[in-house]
C-alpha cells in the first residue's frame, strides 16, 4: 500500500498531520464549540422549504455574487453595512483561507498569536503563506504595545487576531486592533466566530471598520446561529477586499441550497439565536462550578470554557469519554476546554469531572 510519504506531495506538506480534532459520535460533545440546541423546528420547516424551492432549479449554476444572502448578512450585522461589503463563503475556514490566497502566499507572511485558533496557521500551511508566532502577554492578554513591537519586527502582510479568542475564551482590546492595523501596511483580519456570545453592548471590530480598507471582520454562522454543519462563514470590510476575494474563490462557490439555507435561516434570526443567552448562562455557570472543583476558569466570552490546574488532561480527557463525554485537549499544558451545552449536558459534564477529581 502507498502511503502518504511516497507521494510526489509539495515538500511544505511532508510530515504534516491534519487538522485533528476527535470526531467520536458520543452522547455528550463538548469538544468543538458547536451550538448543542437543535434550530427550532418551525424554522427548520422554513428552511427546507427554501431549499426545496432552490432544488426546482438546481440544474442551473446558483447566484454567483449570492446577493440575497449578502442582504441578509449586511441586515443581520447592523453598523451601516451594505451587500458590497459582504462575502461569504463554505465556513469561516474558507473566507479566512480565500484571504490568505488573496493577500498571502508564496513569499508572504501571516502573524497570529498563540494560543489561537488551530486553523488558522493550517490555512497558512496550506495556502503556502509563512506563519509567525507572535508572542502574548500574561493571562493570555496582547496590549497594543506587545502587539505593535511584533508587527514592526516581522513586517507581516496579514495579521490574524482572533476575539474572543479561542481557545482561551478571552476578549481583545479594540485598542490593540487599531494600534496593529496603525502599525502595518498588511491586511488585519479579526476573527469573531463568537461575537454574539460576549456581553450585551461588548464592542466589536465592525466598529472600527468606517475608514480602515485593509481591516477584516470574519464571522460565521457554524456557532450562535447553530449551523455549523450548513458550513457559512462570511466577513465584513471595504468592498474592495471582496473584489480581491472574487479573484482567488472558485465560480459558484456556494451552493444554491446553502444560499437558500442561509437566507431563511437569517429570516429567523431571533429564533435561531433565541439559545445565545442560555448557552451563556451555561458558560457562566462553568466559570463559577470549576474553580469549585479546584480549576482555574480562564474568563470567557465565548460559548467555551478554558481551565488549567489539571495534573494530567490526557487522562481526565479519557476518564470523561469513558463516561460518553468528550471535551477538547487543546495540546496546553495543564489544560482542557469544554463547550458550554445545555444545561443537562453542562450538569452532566460537571457531575463527572467532580467524580474524576475526586479519585
Ligand atoms: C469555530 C471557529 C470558526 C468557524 O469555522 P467555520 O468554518 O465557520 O465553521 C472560525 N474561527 C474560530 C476562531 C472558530 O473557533
Redesign the pocket.
Known amino acids: 500500500m502507498t502511503s502518504l510519504s511516497d507521494l510526489p506531495i509539495r515538500d511544505d506538506l511532508r510530515g504534516l498531520t491534519p487538522y485533528g480534532a476527535p470526531e467520536s459520535r458520543v452522547p455528550i460533545a463538548l469538544n468543538v ?1 458547536e451550538n448543542t440546541h437543535a434550530i427550532p423546528e418551525a424554522v427548520a420547516h422554513d428552511i427546507v422549504t427554501s431549499i426545496a424551492r432552490a432544488i426546482l432549479t438546481v440544474n442551473r449554476y446558483p447566484e454567483r455574487e449570492f446577493p440575497v444572502l449578502r442582504d441578509s448578512l449586511a441586515a443581520y450585522l447592523g453598523h451601516g453595512l451594505t451587500r458590497d461589503s459582504i462575502w461569504a463563503a463554505n ?4 473566507v479566512l483561507q480565500q484571504i490568505l490566497q488573496a493577500f498571502g502566499g508564496q513569499g508572504r507572511s501571516v502573524l497570529g498569536f498563540p494560543p489561537t ?1 488551530s ?1 488558522h496557521s493550517i490555512i497558512a500551511r496550506g495556502t503556502g503563506t509563512r506563519w509567525i508566532s507572535a508572542d502574548r502577554d500574561d493571562d493570555f492578554l496582547i496590549s497594543p504595545a506587545t502587539a505593535v513591537r511584533q508587527v514592526e519586527e516581522h513586517s507581516p502582510d496579514v495579521v490574524f487576531l ?1 476575539s474572543p479568542n ?1 481557545p482561551t475564551g478571552t476578549p481583545l482590546d479594540p485598542d490593540t486592533i487599531v494600534a496593529v492595523y496603525d502599525a502595518t501596511d498588511g491586511i488585519v483580519v479579526v ?1 469573531e ?2 461575537a454574539e456570545f460576549a456581553p450585551a453592548g461588548a464592542p466589536t471590530a465592525l466598529d472600527l471598520l468606517p475608514g480602515r480598507e485593509r481591516l477584516i471582520v470574519s464571522r ?1 454562522m ?2 450562535a446561529f447553530a449551523f ?1 454543519g450548513a ?1 457559512v ?1 462570511y466577513l465584513a470590510a471595504d468592498p474592495a477586499i471582496t473584489d480581491a476575494l472574487r479573484l482567488v474563490r472558485l465560480p459558484y462557490h456556494l451552493s444554491a441550497l446553502t444560499q437558500a439555507a442561509a437566507i431563511a435561516a437569517l429570516d429567523h434570526a431571533p429564533e435561531m439565536l433565541a439559545m445565545v443567552d442560555d448557552i451563556r448562562q451555561q458558560r457562566d455557570r462553568l466559570l463559577v462550578e470549576l474553580p469549585k472543583l479546584g480549576y482555574h476558569a480562564w474568563d470567557s466570552w465565548a460559548n467555551f470554557v478554558l481551565f488549567g490546574g489539571v495534573d494530567d488532561p490526557a487522562s481526565v480527557f479519557e476518564q470523561l469519554l469513558a463516561e460518553g463525554i468528550i471535551i477538547r485537549d487543546v495540546g496546553m499544558p495543564g489544560h482542557l476546554r469544554v463547550t458550554a451545552g445545555t444545561e443537562a449536558e453542562t450538569t452532566a459534564f460537571l457531575d463527572a469531572l467532580a467524580r474524576i477529581t475526586a479519585r
Open positions: 464549540n465556513g469561516s475556514n474558507e485558533y486553523m482572533c479561542n476573527d466566530a463568537y460565521t457554524s456557532k455549523a458550513r462563514g
